[in-house]
């Protein structure tokens, strides 16, 4: 088989033209989806972040109230807490709904207890004779899954 010398050159021309458009097509479409899935990442964190920082605010206004009155209600803060539990379900993980379930239960225990005032509160958190923060470990847990949803990027 015997090639005309003259259609080398536009076949080789044809040919590097095609392989670099799938060439750049390739990097396009990679670009694309990187961008999109640290997009999504992103998206999720804010959603975590907003959804543990909201529990947080709420359950220390409870756990504040729990120390300092002696009556149990289910007042706005109570069912707030309730629902962003509730929430965390749909997205986070098991140690995370674990932790937040613990941080309920640890202040319903200390709203069973009597109240104390604000100014025995203060002095018992300066002797370091308060119970432990219940608010620790979920912060932490919410931490380490925070930073594991920013490590899916990298």
Same mark, same amino acid.
Request: charge should be neutral; proline fraction near 4%; aromatic fraction near 6%.
């Given at each position: 088989?015997? @090639?005309? !010398?003259?259609?080398?050159? !536009?076949?080789?021309?044809?040919?590097? /033209?095609? &392989?670099?458009? =799938?060439?750049? %097509?390739?990097?396009? @479409?990679?670009?694309?989806?990187?961008?999109?899935?640290?997009?999504?990442? #992103?998206?999720?964190? /804010?959603?975590? *972040? #907003? #959804?543990?920082?909201?529990?947080?605010?709420? =359950?220390?206004?409870?756990?504040?109230?729990?120390?300092?009155?002696?009556?149990? *209600?289910?007042?706005?803060?109570?069912?707030?807490?309730?629902?962003? %539990?509730?929430?965390?379900?749909?997205? /986070?993980? /098991?140690?995370? &709904?674990?932790? =937040?379930?613990?941080?309920?239960? #640890? @202040?319903?225990?200390?709203? %069973?207890?009597?109240?104390? *005032?604000?100014?025995?509160?203060?002095?018992?958190?300066?002797?370091?004779?308060?119970?432990?923060?219940?608010?620790?470990?979920?912060?932490?847990?919410?931490?380490?899954?925070?930073?594991?949803?920013?490590?899916? &990027?990298?």
């Amino acid at each position: 088989m015997i @090639i005309d !010398p003259t259609l080398l050159s !536009p076949v080789f021309a044809l040919l590097g /033209a095609m &392989v670099g458009g =799938a060439a750049t %097509l390739l990097g396009t @479409i990679y670009t694309q989806r990187r961008q999109d899935r640290v997009q999504r990442v #992103a998206s999720e964190t /804010a959603k975590r *972040e #907003a #959804a543990y920082a909201e529990f947080i605010m709420t =359950a220390s206004n409870f756990l504040l109230k729990a120390y300092t009155h002696d009556d149990i *209600e289910l007042g706005s803060d109570e069912q707030r807490m309730i629902g962003l %539990l509730n929430r965390m379900r749909l997205f /986070a993980p /098991a140690t995370v &709904v674990d932790s =937040a379930e613990g941080v309920l239960r #640890a @202040i319903v225990e200390i709203s %069973l207890k009597p109240g104390v *005032e604000l100014r025995q509160l203060a002095k018992q958190a300066l002797s370091k004779h308060l119970d432990p923060d219940p608010l620790l470990a979920f912060s932490s847990i919410c931490r380490a899954d925070l930073d594991n949803v920013r490590r899916t &990027v990298a």
